[in-house]
């Protein structure tokens, strides 16, 4: 079978990744204003627990990952991947809409922190499979020679994501008094999310479903597809303690790094934005000479050597930062775990669809991944905030990334031989 013209696939990469960007885009704006959606929903006479209950309504989101990928993955590997784009990003648009529109806790009391609960409810159940499904389309209308390259754009249309709600964040920062953006300036961001909703979903509407899922005789239904993945609950153990490094790093230098910057280090909200913007960038730039690397050398050398430097160097890089905090250093150490994040990551992704058995790519890749995330990363923000309390800490979270770094270490160990099969047998089945 053969894989889409390099005119067809970069056409479908664009298409695709636009649920990516909405899903980041919405994410990251939760961490860059979570002291306001704090103060607006979660109001509380201490600042740090309401600092907390908001990134605990963050974290809550990811809980519905695990149930998000074991419902919509098996629907995708049975319906189609285009069908399964668009249900998501459908889904994860309602979501979005809560959290714009919903009016504050002042106004319509207990009922304001619940809608938001739900909103993000709904973003979490959508994507639990919306990474998943993004991930194997690309994987499956890729050429064998260049799929890592082809689906560390996925990760890629993230940092676009990132870049531009920093930018976003920074224009407000210029043209609005703090006051107004805590008011209702921040809604602002959330509002042209929103409004790009209708068009990614017709756009989506466009895209055609892979060869490789037509090629396919069968297709397994939903209890197929989950008996399938209970029996084999060793391989999606071993994918989530795989993907726990890249869910910790990316939440931590992205999602955390602006309430990092501003509450822990007390740096202004600009040079925060300013360095999650320089990380959006540097992230953007690596991912697909990464994943173009993984396609030469192999997934597992690279998985082994960046697990390694994100066991041994975040709490010395953090350290380095708390000790002195400036603008300066926090650019030097973000754009060193950038460089961290998106080396690991550039090799996890497409790695992921590799070792999932072909005919429940979606719902294996979506489960491990939604359940790490759910376990690690989701709570990223929360733990950090957290640690640093508990422990007077300020460089804490360094910790907390090296433990993920660890699990991912022993989790690629463990997998070695999946790693040596899965280049020789992902390619496409023969027409």
């Given at each position: 079978?053969k894989?889409?013209?390099?005119?067809?696939?970069?056409?479908?990469?664009?298409?695709v990744t636009?649920?990516?960007?909405?899903?980041?885009f919405?994410f990251?704006?939760f961490?860059?204003?979570?002291?306001?959606?704090a103060?607006?929903?979660?109001?509380?006479?201490?600042?740090?627990?309401?600092?907390l209950?908001?990134?605990?309504?963050?974290?809550?989101g990811?809980?519905?990952?695990?149930?998000g990928?074991?419902?919509?993955?098996a629907?995708?590997?049975?319906?189609?991947?285009?069908?399964?784009?668009?249900?998501?990003?459908g889904?994860?648009?309602?979501?979005?809409?809560?959290i714009?529109l919903?009016?504050?806790?002042?106004?319509?009391?207990?009922?304001a922190?619940i809608?938001?609960?739900?909103?993000?409810?709904?973003?979490?159940?959508?994507?639990g499979?919306?990474?998943?499904?993004?991930?194997?389309y690309?994987s499956e209308?890729?050429?064998?020679?260049?799929k890592?390259f082809?689906?560390a754009w996925?990760s890629?249309?993230?940092q676009?994501?990132i870049?531009?709600?920093?930018?976003?964040?920074?224009?407000?920062?210029?043209?609005?008094?703090g006051?107004?953006?805590?008011?209702?300036?921040?809604?602002?961001?959330?509002?042209?999310?929103?409004?790009?909703?209708p068009?990614?979903?017709y756009?989506r509407?466009?895209?055609?479903?892979?060869?490789?899922f037509?090629?396919?005789s069968?297709?397994?239904s939903?209890?197929?597809?989950?008996?399938?993945?209970l029996?084999?609950?060793?391989?999606?153990?071993?994918g989530?303690m795989?993907?726990?490094l890249t869910?910790v790093?990316?939440?931590?230098?992205?999602?955390?790094?602006?309430?990092?910057?501003?509450s822990?280090?007390?740096?202004?909200?600009?040079?925060?934005l300013i360095?999650?913007?320089?990380?959006?960038?540097?992230?953007f730039?690596w991912l697909?000479?990464?994943?173009?690397?993984?396609?030469a050398?192999?997934?597992?050398?690279?998985?082994?050597?960046?697990?390694?430097?994100?066991?041994?160097?975040?709490?010395?890089?953090?350290n380095?930062l708390?000790?002195?905090?400036?603008?300066?250093?926090?650019?030097?150490?973000?754009?060193?775990?950038?460089?961290?994040?998106?080396?690991?990551?550039?090799?996890?992704?497409?790695?992921?669809?590799?070792?999932?058995?072909?005919d429940?790519?979606?719902?294996?890749f979506?489960?491990?991944?939604?359940?790490?995330?759910?376990?690690?990363?989701?709570?990223?923000?929360?733990?950090?905030?957290?640690?640093?309390?508990t422990?007077?800490?300020?460089?804490?979270?360094?910790?907390?990334?090296?433990?993920?770094?660890?699990?991912a270490?022993?989790?690629?160990?463990l997998l070695?031989?999946r790693f040596?099969?899965?280049?020789?047998?992902?390619a496409?089945?023969p027409?």
């Open positions: 079978m894989s889409e013209s390099p005119h067809g696939t970069l056409r479908s990469v664009v298409i636009g649920g990516n960007f909405l899903e980041m919405d990251f704006l961490g860059l204003y979570a002291s306001h959606i103060a607006t929903f979660f109001p509380a006479k201490d600042e740090l627990a309401s600092l209950n908001a990134f605990v309504a963050f974290g809550a990811f809980l519905m990952r695990p149930l990928a074991i419902v919509l993955g629907y995708v590997d049975a319906a189609g991947r285009r069908k399964g784009l668009v249900v998501t990003l889904i994860m648009a309602i979501g979005t809409m809560l714009a919903v009016p504050g806790y002042a106004q319509i009391g207990l009922l922190p809608l938001v609960v739900i909103g993000r409810l709904l973003q979490g159940f959508s994507a499979t919306e990474l998943g499904g993004v991930s194997v690309l209308i890729a050429a064998p020679n260049r890592g082809v689906v996925q890629a249309s993230q676009v994501a870049v531009v709600a920093a930018g976003l964040g920074f224009a407000l920062s210029k043209l609005m008094s006051h107004d953006i805590a008011a209702w300036g921040w809604r602002i961001p959330f509002g042209l999310g929103c409004a790009l909703v068009f990614l979903l756009v509407g466009t895209l055609t479903e892979t060869p490789e037509l090629a396919r069968h297709h397994p939903a209890l197929e597809a989950w008996t399938s993945m029996a084999q609950w060793r391989l999606v153990l071993g989530a795989l993907v726990s869910t790093s990316f939440y931590l230098i992205t999602v955390y790094t602006p309430t990092y910057g501003k822990v280090l007390n740096l202004s909200e600009t040079d925060s360095v999650t913007l320089c990380v959006g960038i540097s992230n730039l697909p000479v990464i994943g173009a690397l993984s396609d050398i192999g997934r597992r050398p690279i998985l082994l050597f960046y697990s390694t430097l994100a066991f041994l160097t975040p709490y010395p890089a953090l380095f708390a000790h002195e905090p400036s603008f300066s250093r926090m650019v030097v150490v973000d754009l060193w775990l950038s460089f961290v994040y998106a080396g690991y990551n550039g090799a996890l992704v497409v790695a992921l669809t590799e070792i999932m058995p072909k429940l790519r979606t719902t294996g979506s489960i491990a991944y939604s359940l790490s995330t759910a376990i690690f990363g989701g709570f990223t923000a929360a733990i950090s905030t957290w640690l640093i309390h422990t007077h800490d300020k460089a804490a979270p360094g910790l907390w990334m090296s433990s993920a770094a660890l699990c270490f022993i989790a690629v160990v070695g031989q040596r099969t899965s280049r020789v047998t992902s496409p089945d027409a």
